[in-house]
């Protein structure tokens, strides 16, 4: 089997992604995706009309972030018409999924230069949903939700803490850890090599810095913030009542009384605007255009996991990939 190397990569700073308040929140979706599409190509002086594809990821694939944002992202930023692209959806997981694809076509043999990415612009997607119907992972279809009732995220979230015996001081104390350690790898440069500067079409600039890490929180503030998502479970979404609380325990109803609210606005993922890319090529590919690889594709993987908790899958698939390349925990460097 052929190689897949990563030759670059690069992103923009996330925003933090609420309209009126981000610095990228008034842009396009498609720019975004168009700075970092034409970093890597002055960044690699790369002939865009040798690119094979361009694999792009998103989650929201709807008006100004629809219509195959990858495409119309690369002929944005100018690059050649015989870049082809694609956009997929894979939920959260959509940006690591184009890596995956873009390496199984160069590792296949079958393409040598291959741009794996996303954007995301959750300022946008907030901003144009519809706030009287509650979003439903099932877009409607009553038989799925009767098989795999999916709730809301944070309510899933709630509800594998309570499975797992994971108290709110345990999650808050992982948020603290990771806005010091954010902090600290901004204040050493790690991510400068990576972070492009984003432009506003009159070329004054939107940013070039993280807005979105807060270095100064602290178990103290944490522990003064009301959770969030005991409120969402009680949120109704048909007409008989039926609630996202209710959708949990239909197939855990051992949490029917009993689920334990952890998560709110302080220790929760960060709602964020932002995209990055991948330049992928195969041995070739480096030889010709006397590129220096940062990585190596070792082995690629995907699993599903409970459709009711939905946030589980990545430890299955961390173990699977690990498998795959004939790896153990003991192999990964701390």
């Not at 308040?21 to 034409?38: D, I, N, R």
Request: proline share 4%.
């Amino acid at each position: 089997m052929a190689e897949a190397y990563i030759i670059d990569a690069c992103r923009t700073p996330r925003g933090i992604g609420k309209q009126g308040k981000g610095a990228l929140a008034h842009l396009h979706p498609q720019h975004l995706a168009s700075t970092v599409l034409g970093a890597i190509r002055d960044r690699n002086e790369l002939n865009t009309a040798e690119v094979d594809d361009i694999i792009w990821g998103t989650s929201s694939q709807r008006g100004a972030q629809g219509a195959d944002l990858g495409r119309m992202a690369a002929l944005d930023a100018g690059y050649d018409v015989k870049a082809s692209g694609v956009t997929l959806d894979r939920f959260c997981g959509s940006g690591i999924t184009t890596v995956n694809l873009a390496a199984s076509q160069v590792m296949s043999g079958m393409e040598d230069i291959v741009i794996a990415g996303g954007t995301e612009m959750m300022s946008y997607t907030a901003a144009t949903a519809d706030p009287k119907t509650p979003p439903m992972m099932d877009s409607g279809n009553l038989h799925l939700r009767e098989l795999h009732p999916q709730s809301q995220q944070g309510v899933c979230a709630d509800a594998i803490a309570t499975l797992e015996g994971i108290d709110r001081e345990a999650v808050d104390q992982l948020a603290v850890t990771s806005h010091r350690n954010a902090a600290r790898a901004i204040e050493e440069g790690r991510f400068d090599k990576s972070l492009v500067a984003v432009y506003n079409r009159d070329g004054s600039l939107a940013l070039d810095k993280e807005e979105f890490p807060r270095p100064q929180t602290t178990m103290e503030s944490l522990s003064g913030l009301k959770t969030v998502f005991d409120m969402w479970a009680g949120i109704p979404v048909d007409e008989a009542g039926t609630t996202y609380g209710d959708m949990v325990t239909t197939k855990y109803p051992q949490l029917k009384g009993n689920m334990t609210h952890v998560h709110h606005a302080g220790n929760s993922s960060g709602v964020v605007d932002g995209a990055a890319a991948l330049l992928l090529a195969s041995q070739q590919a480096v030889e010709k255009n006397g590129w220096t690889p940062r990585a190596r594709i070792v082995a690629t993987a995907n699993m599903g996991d409970c459709p009711p908790l939905m946030l589980n899958a990545p430890v299955p698939a961390a173990k699977k990939v690990l498998e795959n390349a004939g790896l153990t925990t003991d192999d990964i460097a701390v």
